[in-house]
């Protein structure tokens, strides 16, 4: 591997003549968060770490950095696991006087109170990290900073540019510039989080492009102007884990000594010189929830790996081998750039299990054009008496939410509400089969309470799961009594059951019947019965049936299975 440097500073008087800045601001700006986490692959508690540094970033992503260091003895790999440690991260973790994982440092600044054993150390655990890193965005910077880069997939060679102004002066004649190589969705084994082998690990620390410590900059006056250019070939792999190229992400901060970071930023490579031209992938990796035979709008994962941009796909997809529909979609990806496509609703005949098939037209590279997913079917029926709640945030009048049937028909619906108010509920669905619950909320930025049960909160059908911004749905079957009378029709009885061609319900004189496929689909009725009558149902696939049968006002739902 190599590191080339080419670099030239230019000091400035505030005002005074140009340089040759191309992309940091010279207005003055607030700090942004380096968010440091010291982790492994055996810590049972790294995952929640993981997620509430996730949740400081996606409040203010262009605003947070997170850099995953593995180190210590929960980073100690077994037999067959990877070694994902460094040779930076064993200094940085002493550093931080750190006692227990997973740790963080926010800036490598030391928040009084908020230390690990007391302190006063740079480390917290990760109960401290939010409020520290809300204190370290409200706080005015005076050094800004900004990082680009560029990969080339043939010779695996980034080119970084980091510039960084001063819009005051540091207290330090010397400073330390820092660039991080991270790598993302690496696979790989973890104690917690419930995933085995399998888990996610994000922001990887996996090399420092700028040595231990950094670069060392001066001057550090207010009006200098810095300019950074590192040439850094990235080798096939790190202790023996693979190094996927277009996984990879930087993260440039600026420290006064070792310790205090001013401010950071963080950019993704853009990428050169892949193997084709025009190649555009498909992926279907997304677990999809049990459905019930409503029309399903499936999600596709679509990239770019090839060169030169990429402004349209047809989509082409279909369920259990029925009709293909073609989904037209337009924007514009740059190299390895992806997008998450869903795709118009399908109409599909429901199985145990569903097969869902995607393919794109042929390009220079035919072996990433099709994918496939599956989810099954929906199996459990809730009763027809059902209880929604909902505590709105301030946006109430963004939130609404229906339930249609199988027909498309909306049976029930709510919103827009006032802001923070408190919605309950009950209803009954006079609707057998397949039902679909969809709540909207046209802001974007659904994160609040709500939940739907079955009657007396037996199961939840669909509640609150996170972040799940403007639309979240759910597919669910009833087999409840539809309009309900005063009592249910006596005395009617369903022979034989199992049917194979014909059966015959007795004790109908004056009844009606209505017969129901599972999706909730009508399949067979009549009317005014004789006391003894007959149904063919030959010509019905094989499967469970609903009969519902209507006498003076009472009504009963009974099941029927067709051999």
């Given amino acids: 591997m190599k590191i080339k440097f080419y670099s030239f500073i230019i000091a400035l008087v505030m005002g005074g003549s140009c340089f040759a800045q191309t992309i940091v601001s010279t207005s003055p700006e607030n700090k942004k968060v380096i968010l440091e986490e010291f982790t492994g692959i055996s810590c049972v508690f790294c995952p929640q770490g993981h997620a509430i540094a996730q949740s400081i970033k996606d409040s203010s992503p262009d605003n947070v950095f997170l850099v995953n260091i593995h180190v210590g003895s929960f980073a100690v790999p077994g037999p067959g696991q990877p070694d994902f440690r460094t040779p930076f991260g064993t200094a940085i973790a002493n550093q931080s ?127 200098s102007f810095i300019d950074r250019n590192y040439t850094y070939t990235i080798p096939a792999s790190y202790n023996n884990v693979p190094v996927n190229l277009e ?35 498909l992926e279907a990796e997304f677990d999809i929830d049990a459905q019930c035979g409503i029309d399903y709008a499936p999600e596709i994962t679509i990239q770019n790996r090839g060169n030169n941009p990429l402004t349209s796909l047809a989509i ?161 079957k009833t087999n409840g009594v539809l309009n309900v009378g005063d009592a249910s029709v006596d005395g009617i009885n369903i022979v034989p059951n199992p049917a194979t061609s014909t059966f015959t319900i007795s004790n109908a004189e004056g009844a009606n019947i209505v017969m129901y496929d599972m999706q909730g689909r009508e399949v067979h009725s009549s009317s005014n019965l004789s006391n003894s009558h007959e149904v063919n149902v030959s010509n019905l696939v094989t499967g469970m049936y609903f009969v519902q049968v209507e006498r003076q006002g009472q009504v009963e739902v009974k099941k029927l299975v067709v051999n």
């Fill in 97 to 223: 006087n750190l006692v227990g994982y997973p740790a963080g440092t926010v800036n490598r600044h030391v928040f009084p109170g908020q230390s690990q054993s007391g302190g006063p150390h740079t480390a917290m655990s990760r109960g401290q990290w939010a409020s520290a890193s809300n204190q370290i965005l409200g706080e005015a910077s005076y050094l800004n900073m900004a990082v680009e880069a560029e990969l080339d997939i043939s010779a695996s060679e980034i080119s970084v540019h980091v510039e960084a102004f001063y819009t005051g002066n540091s207290p330090q004649a010397t400073n330390q510039l820092n660039v991080a190589l991270l790598q993302n969705n690496t696979l790989g084994p973890q104690t917690g989080g419930g995933l085995g082998n399998n888990y996610p690990h994000q922001y990887r620390l996996v090399h420092m492009i700028t040595g231990q410590w950094g670069e060392s900059i001066s001057p550090t006056t207010q009006g």
């Fill in 247 to 281: 996984e990879l992400e930087l993260v440039v901060f600026m420290t006064e000594t070792n310790q205090e970071v001013i401010s950071g930023n963080g950019a993704f490579p853009t990428y050169t010189n892949l193997p084709f031209n025009n190649d555009a992938a």
């Fill in 316 to 476: 082409e997809y279909s369920i259990n081998g029925g009709a293909t529909e073609t989904y037209n979609w337009t924007g514009n990806l740059g190299p390895y750039e992806k997008e998450d496509v869903r795709l118009d609703p399908i109409s599909y005949a429901v199985q145990s299990t569903n097969t869902i098939n995607f393919s794109i037209p042929n390009d220079e590279d035919n072996t990433n054009n099709t994918a496939t997913n599956s989810f099954s079917e929906i199996t459990f029926e809730h009763t027809n008496s059902y209880s929604f709640r909902l505590s709105c945030d301030a946006n109430g009048d963004e939130i609404t939410w229906k339930i249609e049937n199988v027909n498309g028909d909306i049976v029930q619906s709510g919103g827009p509400y006032a802001p923070d108010e408190d919605v309950e509920l009950e209803f009954n669905l006079d609707d057998i089969g397949c039902h679909k619950f969809t709540l909207t909320d046209t802001g974007g930025d659904g994160q609040y309470y709500f939940r739907l049960t079955d009657s007396n909160n037996d199961h939840v059908l669909i509640n609150t799961s996170g972040f799940f911004g403007e639309e979240i749905s759910a597919q669910f």
